[in-house]
């Protein structure tokens, strides 16, 4: 085992220099959509080095959520939205010096930090690590263990927040007061029958040299009627164009 | 292990989780125009529900649910019927509101609300940084929800945008200092920490990690150098909005900021008691000086909530600089100080709320309220009640909070900070009482004077608030005085 201990840390330092790396970029890449995928790219390195350390749960949630969804509709907002990149990039530039500044001092007080860090190895009180010091059963079965019992007030949390998120994301831009919503009204399309739809219409035999056009004339209409028809009994569009279908047989 | 998680003393806050889902589901369905108006009904019923539960819940002792990560005593509950009291009356207070947002059945807002009490209820009973966290996030998301639902008007969007980006931030710092404290502690339990800081005492590391709590949860409280989201915020959004940003998650911030400096880091008291003093004295000075120059009622409003901020962490800071956690007088002065200050400024924002122009539109500019005594002496009876117990003065209940916190730093010999806190005190009566000179010595401009129409609801309200305010130095200043003095023993 004490022989793959090289390869363990390669591996740590690879992923770890990439997600830096890539992390980056991230900032200082000038395409927008390049920034996005380069952020796909961090959530990949940092999923890896997760799994590396055994937190295989969080390591592919990090992938699914993350890099599956959540960064994909970042892209998609990104080539959706023009963005002025110039503008982004000129704070950027005006702010470098002062952010510099603050993150170096940051950083610094970091290092001095962690450097005088002596760790008090004794785990005195172990409520949350007995998930990661049974190393007998996997990750995922340690959380299945304690995610409903133990910390069962915390997972319905985590939901109510989620039902926030949702409830706000819709009440901010769902409008439901719009008139081209095209709905579809299941019953009301099975109640139909040929008998209230079907209409005759009578056309006059001396236009016969004009019949395709009045045809055509009468087709647009009749759908114009259907439309506004469709706005109060929401009628589905589908309804409209067959009924001008059946309508030009009557007349054949 | 897990005997039981004895779920009896978090039974009201799993009655409004359950209550406020289930309005969510039924108001999907509900098909009536005024379906915004009965939610809010519906939630202000809950609301005084949940209320009876958390008084019946009162008990003298600690009590645990969930294995610990979650703690009632009676501190903790006094803040808990504070914050459902002032989220009832903003509530009522956003009636006009809510049916003006209602254009198209929004019927979100007031289950928002909720969703938000929830948060803090949760947040302010936690006994671990987790469950901490997750009230905290619910609170800051309902209320990014809350900033942004006047969705039409720019200005609640860049509110609610500045609001969202600086919030995230802010979490994403506090939970990195929570990190730190799990990485040293080897635990997240307020319990455990502090018998881990208690063992092996703490190095560089946790230091960092407690200036970056603080720095999270400074932001969530408007504490300065953190306050430059609050004014714009408090403008865009808007005012009943205003109203419950400006007292509920401010009591609820407080609290938790008390319970994490003196549970967990019990220990850090000289740091944290230093830094706690420097965000106190920046935040008088700051709000003091920067809400000189405001003409606009809720900006000013907004830098005299920094200005009280301040007032409210010098009790922390005593209690940390004279290492004493467990101080009765400290525990106190904030709940005293919590509860004036609402009342406070619930009644300055009621009033506000009736303040239109002839077109119905808000005015909270400080002009229009120009000869308005003239026109509405009551009104403006009431007002000049609010700014004199902002400002401190006796006999005014401001006065009493103001004096038990100073006092109490006295005693601790802390005389720098009480010396700004006087200084700033003073400077803040300039733009305090400008309102009431307005009011009395302006004189009513000829046309496009302010129209007062409070509804009924708000007219209540801002009496009660007056009265208490007005009348705190006779009976109910010494009951409140022996109830808080009971509960924090």
């Known amino acids: ?252 | 292990m897990i005997t039981s998680l004895n779920i009896t003393s978090a039974i009201p806050e799993i009655f409004l989780s359950i209550a406020s889902v289930a309005l969510v589901a039924i108001f999907s369905f509900v098909q009536s125009k005024r379906k915004a108006v009965q939610a809010l009904y519906a939630s202000i019923g809950v609301l005084i529900i949940t209320l009876v539960m958390l008084i019946r819940n009162f008990t003298s002792v600690d009590s645990h649910a969930f294995l610990g990560m979650f703690i009632v005593n009676p501190f903790i509950s006094y803040a808990k019927v504070l914050i459902v009291v002032l989220s009832i009356v903003s509530l009522l207070l956003s009636k006009k509101f809510i049916k003006m947002c209602a254009e198209n059945s929004r019927f979100e807002y007031p289950i928002v609300v909720l969703f938000a009490i929830v948060g803090m209820l949760v947040m302010i009973s936690s006994g671990d940084f987790l469950t901490m966290y997750l009230g905290l996030e619910l609170q800051s998301l309902s209320l990014y929800v809350l900033a942004t639902f006047q969705r039409k008007s720019l200005k609640s969007a860049e509110a609610g945008l500045k609001y969202v980006v600086l919030g995230s931030l802010a979490s994403g710092i506090f939970l990195y200092g929570v990190s730190l404290i799990y990485g040293y502690a080897d635990s997240i339990s307020y319990k455990n920490v502090a018998i881990a800081f208690a063992h092996h005492g703490y190095n560089k590391v946790v230091i960092i990690a407690l200036v970056l709590v603080l720095v999270g949860m400074a932001f969530k409280i408007s504490a300065a150098p953190f306050h430059m989201w609050v004014a714009d915020v408090y403008e865009g959004v808007p005012l009943p909005v205003t109203t419950f940003f400006s007292t509920a998650p401010k009591v609820a911030g407080l609290i938790i900021l008390l319970r994490v400096l003196t549970e967990p880091l019990n220990h850090l008291t000289h740091d944290w008691g230093q830094v706690v003093g420097l965000l106190s004295i920046l935040s008088i000075v700051s709000g003091g000086l920067l809400a000189l120059r405001q003409e606009n009622m809720k900006r000013m409003m907004a830098y005299s909530s920094v200005l009280n901020i301040g007032f409210l962490l010098i009790p922390i800071a005593t209690m940390g600089l004279s290492n004493n956690v467990h101080s009765v007088n400290a525990h106190v002065s904030i709940l005293l100080y919590l509860t004036l200050y609402v009342v406070a400024n619930i009644g300055v924002f009621s009033v506000l709320m009736g303040a239109m122009d002839e077109n119905k539109n808000s005015l909270t500019n400080l002009k229009s309220f120009s000869g308005l005594a003239s026109k509405h002496p009551f009104i403006a009876v009431l007002y000049t009640i609010y700014m004199l117990s902002l400002t401190g003065i006796p006999p005014f209940a401001g006065f009493f909070a103001k004096f038990y916190v100073l006092k109490d730093a006295l005693s601790a010999h802390l005389y720098v900070i009480v010396a700004f806190a006087i200084v700033f005190a003073v400077i803040s009566a300039f733009y305090y009482i400008r309102v009431i000179k307005v009011m009395y010595f302006d004189k009513f401009p000829e046309n496009g004077g302010a129209v007062m129409e409070l509804s009924q609801a708000g007219l209540v309200i801002a009496t009660i608030a007056g009265a208490i305010l007005a009348f705190f130095f006779l009976a109910p200043g010494g009951l409140l005085l022996d109830i808080l003095t009971t509960l924090v023993r």
């Open chain 1, 1 to 252: 085992m004490e022989n793959y201990m090289w390869l363990n840390a390669l591996v740590f330092y690879v992923f770890a220099f990439v997600l830096i790396i890539s992390a980056l970029f991230v900032v200082f890449s000038k395409n927008p959509v390049h920034s996005v995928l380069f952020l796909i790219l961090t959530f990949f390195n940092a999923s890896a080095l997760f799994i590396l350390e055994g937190a295989e749960f969080i390591g592919f949630t990090l992938l699914v959520v993350y890099a599956g969804a959540v960064a994909i509709m970042f892209l998609f907002v990104v080539m959706f939205i023009d963005i002025d990149t110039h503008t982004i990039k000129g704070g950027l530039i005006k702010a470098l010096p002062v952010a510099l500044i603050l993150g170096l001092i940051f950083l610094a007080e970091l290092i001095v930090a962690f450097v005088s860090w002596k760790i008090p190895l004794t785990h005195v009180n172990s409520d949350l690590n007995l998930a990661f010091h049974a190393t007998q059963v996997s990750n995922i079965t340690d959380l299945g263990l304690v995610i409903y019992t133990r910390f069962f007030h915390i997972f319905q949390m985590g939901g109510l927040v989620l039902l926030v998120g949702m409830l706000g994301a819709i009440s901010l831009t769902l409008r439901d007061k719009r008139e081209d919503f095209k709905t579809q009204d299941i019953s009301q399309q099975l109640e139909r029958t040929y008998v209230n739809t079907l209409r005759i219409v009578q056309s006059e035999p001396q236009k016969n040299d004009n019949e395709k056009k009045d045809s055509e004339n009468e087709k647009s209409t009749e759908t114009d009627t259907a439309n506004s028809n469709s706005n109060s009994n929401s009628n589905s569009n589908k309804d409209s164009d067959s009924s001008s279908d059946i309508e030009k047989t009557g007349e054949k």
